[in-house]
């Protein structure tokens, strides 16, 4: 699966070499049609991107990534079709208040190619309180029609199909499947059936006894790279902040500078005001994706701003503006910088974009209403501004 990612990245970099007009015709068609499905899943209608997978070939990709209970294979395949959506869904994060809970999902194409037949596509899934999920899509196509062949999901650093399969071993954790998963050389039959009881404990959603199994693991179990990553999965999903500090630990002992953890550990490390480890994780995450985000660089910009470093801040912002000049948040963040470095001539041509592109108004009463920003009601270079769009 490495390798496939790895391919996925390189494929992203767009070929400067003229192409010929057949293939961009069928790029153009391919786009056309997968701009559709994320359109579709936009206004809430999962059909299209339904349609557009290969059941029958992701259920035995599922099916190829781990050692499964034969019951555990019949009853997924029989029930696969009326459970896409549901698992689709339960994969993006979590809303971490009430605040956050319901609203959308709102998916954008920040990179697509596709050529000789193959193709990868990478969606930026954002909702309510600034959660945002990232999908790289393998893709393909049949008879002029679009197929999604399986997608990387950032955000649970894993193909959907290894996501799958995992919970296919947790639904029925047989001797067999259990071993399937484990690096320990030749684990004996007591070591085994922790691990299943283990994975049990997560199936049944009892974090009283994952932990009183867990806590009682020898650490040669413990260290098992499935474990150490469904241990920080788990407690990230509980939200418990001394466990999942704990989890992180060990997950960035296991996986040193492993970039296909690093959209989560971003998020952790602003959680936790770690502020310059969040940066790191947010650069690794970008090479992971092959390009900058605009969004990545908006959060490297934040991070740069809570450590007061205000130049390298504005310097992540004008970068968010440039990589995605379309994304309002690049051009929020590009005017919280330069007000916070008092380059206030600077912030009001941010304004100018906030106003001119996204139809926000920024007059004194709305700044008000913004901790950082009020600060720019009282400077001349606002009143000017304001004056001359007022009279404009």
Same mark, same amino acid.
């Given at each position: 699966?490495?390798?496939?990612?790895?391919?996925?990245?390189?494929?992203?970099?767009?070929?400067?070499?003229?192409?010929?007009?057949?293939?961009?015709?069928?790029?153009?068609?391919?786009?056309?049609?997968?701009?559709?499905?994320?359109?579709?899943?936009?206004?809430?209608?999962?059909?299209?991107?339904?349609?557009?997978?290969?059941?029958?070939?992701?259920?035995?990709?599922?099916?190829?990534?781990?050692?499964?209970?034969?019951?555990?294979?019949?009853?997924?395949?029989?029930?696969?079709?009326?459970?896409?959506?549901?698992?689709?869904?339960?994969?993006?994060?979590?809303?971490?208040?009430?605040?956050?809970?319901?609203?959308?999902?709102?998916?954008?194409?920040?990179?697509?190619?596709?050529?000789?037949?193959?193709?990868?596509?990478?969606?930026?899934?954002?909702?309510?309180?600034?959660?945002?999920?990232?999908?790289?899509?393998?893709?393909?196509?049949?008879?002029?029609?679009?197929?999604?062949?399986?997608?990387?999901?950032?955000?649970?650093?894993?193909?959907?199909?290894?996501?799958?399969?995992?919970?296919?071993?947790?639904?029925?954790?047989?001797?067999?499947?259990?071993?399937?998963?484990?690096?320990?050389?030749?684990?004996?039959?007591?070591?085994?059936?922790?691990?299943?009881?283990?994975?049990?404990?997560?199936?049944?959603?009892?974090?009283?006894?994952?932990?009183?199994?867990?806590?009682?693991?020898?650490?040669?179990?413990?260290?098992?790279?499935?474990?150490?990553?469904?241990?920080?999965?788990?407690?990230?999903? *509980? #939200? %418990?902040?001394? @466990?999942?500090?704990?989890?992180?630990? +060990?997950?960035?002992?296991?996986? $040193? =500078?492993?970039? /296909?953890?690093?959209?989560?550990?971003?998020?952790?490390?602003?959680?936790?005001?770690?502020?310059?480890?969040?940066?790191?994780?947010?650069?690794?995450?970008?090479?992971?994706?092959?390009?900058?985000?605009?969004?990545?660089?908006?959060?490297?910009?934040?991070?740069?701003?809570? *450590? #007061? %470093?205000?130049? @390298?801040?504005?310097?992540?912002?004008? +970068?968010?503006?440039?990589?995605? $000049? =379309?994304?309002? /948040?690049?051009?929020?963040?590009?005017?919280?910088?330069?007000?916070?470095?008092?380059?206030?001539?600077?912030?009001?041509?941010?304004?100018?974009?906030?106003?001119?592109?996204?139809?926000?108004?920024?007059?004194?009463?709305?700044?008000?209403?913004?901790?950082?920003?009020?600060? *720019?009601? %009282?400077?001349?270079?606002?009143?000017?501004?304001?004056?001359?769009?007022?009279?404009?």
């Amino acid at each position: 699966m490495n390798r496939i990612l790895a391919f996925a990245a390189a494929a992203l970099v767009f070929a400067t070499a003229p192409q010929l007009a057949a293939a961009q015709s069928a790029e153009a068609e391919m786009r056309e049609q997968f701009e559709a499905v994320i359109n579709g899943l936009n206004e809430n209608k999962f059909d299209l991107f339904q349609r557009a997978v290969n059941e029958k070939a992701l259920i035995n990709r599922i099916f190829g990534t781990r050692v499964i209970d034969a019951d555990a294979r019949e009853q997924f395949a029989a029930g696969f079709s009326g459970t896409l959506q549901e698992i689709f869904v339960s994969s993006f994060p979590r809303a971490r208040t009430q605040a956050e809970s319901g609203g959308e999902i709102i998916g954008t194409i920040i990179a697509f190619q596709f050529q000789d037949g193959q193709g990868r596509a990478i969606v930026r899934y954002a909702g309510k309180g600034y959660r945002f999920s990232y999908h790289s899509y393998e893709l393909t196509r049949s008879r002029n029609k679009l197929v999604i062949v399986d997608w990387f999901d950032y955000y649970n650093s894993s193909w959907f199909s290894e996501d799958v399969g995992d919970s296919l071993v947790r639904a029925m954790p047989a001797k067999t499947s259990v071993r399937s998963i484990m690096k320990t050389p030749n684990p004996t039959d007591g070591q085994v059936f922790q691990v299943g009881e283990l994975l049990k404990a997560v199936r049944d959603q009892n974090p009283q006894r994952y932990f009183q199994i867990y806590d009682g693991l020898e650490a040669v179990l413990r260290n098992e790279p499935h474990i150490v990553v469904l241990n920080y999965q788990y407690c990230r999903s *509980l #939200g %418990d902040p001394a @466990r999942l500090n704990q989890a992180v630990e +060990s997950l960035v002992a296991a996986f $040193p =500078g492993d970039a /296909l953890y690093s959209l989560g550990l971003s998020a952790y490390y602003i959680s936790r005001n770690l502020f310059e480890e969040a940066i790191v994780e947010l650069d690794r995450f970008e090479s992971a994706l092959g390009m900058k985000d605009g969004v990545s660089e908006a959060f490297k910009a934040t991070s740069a701003m809570a *450590l #007061g %470093d205000f130049e @390298r801040a504005q310097a992540f912002a004008l +970068s968010a503006t440039q990589v995605e $000049p =379309g994304l309002e /948040l690049s051009w929020w963040t590009l005017l919280r910088a330069r007000t916070a470095a008092q380059d206030y001539a600077g912030a009001t041509e941010a304004m100018t974009q906030l106003e001119d592109r996204f139809g926000q108004m920024l007059i004194p009463q709305t700044l008000r209403r913004d901790r950082f920003l009020k600060a *720019l009601i %009282d400077q001349q270079e606002y009143k000017d501004w304001r004056a001359e769009r007022d009279q404009g």
